[in-house]
């Protein structure tokens, strides 16, 4: 019998603490996007609700909900406070 191997832990982000939180989205191409995380998954394939694209010269366009390839993400960055606030005592 061989011996027991030591389960690898998977590599890859966990966004679980981003959900139902807004993001603000930097994609391939310079287009930015803000929206509300509903799901994602190993690939970094994200789904935002109430997403807004912001153009050049500042010009909005609302999208609702939209899946974004994971390929195309550059960076996330959350536009509201995750996990608790240390600074406040509350524990």
């Not at 966004?15 to 690939?43: A, E, H, T």
């Not at 789904?47 to 153009?55: F, I, M, Q, S």
């Amino acid at each position: 019998m061989a011996p027991a191997q030591p389960e690898l832990k998977k590599a890859g982000l966990d966004l679980s603490c981003y959900l139902d939180k807004r993001l603000f989205v930097q994609l391939n191409g310079s287009r930015k996007v803000i929206g509300i995380l509903r799901g994602y998954d190993v690939f970094l394939n994200i789904v935002l609700d109430e997403a807004v694209e912001e153009k050049d010269g500042g010009e909005k366009q609302r999208i609702g909900m939209v899946v974004i390839r994971g390929n195309s993400v550059v960076m996330l960055e959350a536009l509201e406070r995750i996990g608790g606030d240390d600074r406040r005592g509350d524990r």
